[in-house]
């Protein structure tokens, strides 16, 4: 069956450490995105791509980075950056222009800061 | 700024019919999609109106007016399982960023 996956479920960062949050699909979409989850604030944006080899910053871009080297795969790295990383992260992916099909979702990363 | 607003959290009973209510102000408008999620585990895609007017499936319907900047999502014979969160989202440019609504918390007393 095709889908996102996203690795790990759950995560736990020490202060000052990087973390990478896996996305990988094998819907054959060329539209990827993260964004992020907190109680009450709804599902913010951190990156999308497009295109492989291309991304854009969404709204709360600081603090993290990502990398689309492959069609399949859209991995978000927190870095020491980001001030508040604790967060349910989740990724998705669409076709281009498909609006009728919405966005699909892994089923998210819980990351938690120790 | 980009704002979206939506009921925090709205109570049904069983096999009642219950409307969420989103009013949007954008930079720029180009759809309004609507998802739902349980606790816990990953939105859903829903609807999508791109025009005025009711779209409807099954027992879900959303509409739009963009005149009003005024969406709502409509659920009937509403079933335990619907009790979940549903996020209003805006397309906001040609490509297919959607920006979310916080997010309406639905409960359904049996």
């Known amino acids: 069956d095709g889908g996102i996956t996203q690795s790990p479920k759950y995560l736990f960062r020490k202060e000052g450490q990087n973390v990478t949050l896996s996305c990988e699909q094998n819907l054959n979409h060329d539209a990827m995105y993260w964004y992020r989850q907190d109680p009450g604030q709804g599902l913010r944006l951190i990156y999308y791509s497009q295109i492989v080899n291309d991304f854009q910053k969404g709204d709360i871009a600081e603090g993290y980075s990502v990398s689309r080297e492959k069609k399949e795969s859209f991995p978000l790295t927190v870095t020491s950056a980001q001030k508040n990383p604790t967060a349910f992260y989740l990724c998705?992916?669409?076709?281009?222009?498909?609006?009728?099909?919405?966005?699909?979702f892994g089923s998210g990363t819980r990351l938690t800061v120790v | 700024g980009q704002s979206l607003e939506q009921p925090s959290e709205v109570t049904a009973v069983e096999g009642a019919i219950v409307q969420i209510n989103c009013t949007y102000q954008t930079s720029g408008f180009y759809g309004l999609s609507w998802y739902q999620q349980h606790d816990g585990g990953a939105p859903t895609f829903l609807s999508y109106n791109g025009l005025d007017g009711l779209e409807e499936t099954g027992r879900f319907s959303s509409f739009l007016s963009r005149s009003d900047s005024y969406g709502y999502l409509l659920l009937q014979e509403l079933q335990m399982k619907d009790s979940a969160s549903y996020f209003c989202?805006?397309?906001?440019?040609?490509?297919?960023?959607?920006?979310f609504g916080k997010g309406t918390r639905l409960h359904i007393l049996p």
């Open positions: 989202a805006v397309r906001v440019g040609r490509d297919d960023k959607i920006i």
């Open positions: 998705a992916s669409s076709i281009p222009g498909a609006f009728d099909y919405g966005y699909t």
